[in-house]
Every structure is written in C-alpha cells, then in structure tokens.
C-alpha cells in the first residue's frame, strides 16, 4: 500500500495498476485453502506480486521467468508460490545496495512439472529466516501429492533454489 500511496500523484496509472494487483493477492488469500490451483494460476499471482516489489525496489530487483506452458495444468495449492518469491525479495533484494537476481522457471520433465525458484544472495546475507515459510509449502505440497510431490532447497555458489516437482494431470483429465 505504501508504495501505491507514494506513486499516487506521480504516476496515478502504475499506483493503480498496483492497487490492483494487490485486491488480487488479498482475494487469493481468502480462497478456500482447500482447493487446488493451477500452476498456471500460481504463476499469474507471483507476477503480479512481483509488480508490486519491482514498484518498490526499481533496477534492484531483477526477474527473469522461464515458463513452459505444457506444466501449467499442474495442480498446487493455492498461494504456494507467492512465499517463495517473497522470501527471494527479502533474503536477496532487501539486504542488497545492488539488488539481486530472481528466476522463475517451470518445465515439463517425465510427467511432472519441475518449478523453480532462485535468488542471488548477496555477500554477507542477514540473519537467517525462521523457515517457516518453506516448511509450510513442503507441508501444503504434500498434503495435496503425497509422496508424487517434491520440495527441495539448496544453497550454491551465492545462489538459494527452491525446487519442487508436481504431476502433471493425465491425458485428457480434467484440470
């Protein structure tokens, strides 16, 4: 909100368009927890709160997306990816002068959608995070795929990636 209210008198078009990005995180939020999204969907909410953070971080925050349409059928929980990319602004941008780098990826790999998403980390990073916020999607992920699900993470060479791999819906079923 902070950031629409500064861009207000100055450029009312992007404060609006942030606005309305964030009327659509709000009503993700409130979606029936139990029901399952599509990646495709997933994708389409961590763009736009990635337009809000670009609003507020300008040339620091650096995004590149990878998307392979065909693993957009996937089946997630909703809200799974938005965490993720939030923990890539705040354990990669937020404690850099220079910003950081976050990627974006999806492919289809033998029936199963392989999501990732990966931030630089600056030299000496802050204090680290709770995990709160990964241990619930790996619960979430796998309350919805069981052992068919994946969550992995990994810190190499100044780059943190979150990994995870969901099936893909089978031919001809309804998604």
Request: a negative charge; one cysteine or more.
């Amino acid at each position: 909100l902070n950031t629409a209210i500064a861009l207000v008198r100055e450029e009312p078009a992007r404060a609006e368009a942030i606005l309305e990005d964030l009327a659509e995180l709000f009503r993700s939020a409130l979606v029936d927890q139990g029901e399952a999204v599509t990646l495709a969907q997933e994708i389409a909410l961590a763009r736009r709160y990635l337009e809000i953070e670009q609003a507020r971080f300008g040339e620091r925050l650096r995004v590149e997306w990878s998307i392979d349409v065909a693993a957009s059928g996937a089946m997630l929980p909703p809200l799974l990816l938005q965490p993720l990319v939030e923990n890539a602004v705040k354990h990669g941008v937020e404690p850099s002068d220079t910003g950081a780098d976050i990627r974006i990826s999806t492919q289809c790999r033998n029936g199963m959608a392989v999501i990732k998403v990966t931030n630089s980390v600056p030299a000496g990073q802050g204090p680290r995070g709770n995990g709160l916020a990964l241990d619930n999607v790996r619960d979430r992920l796998g309350l919805l795929h069981d052992l068919q699900g994946t969550f992995r993470t990994a810190l190499v060479d100044g780059v943190y990636q979150v990994r995870i791999e969901a099936p893909l819906p089978a031919a001809g079923a309804a998604a």
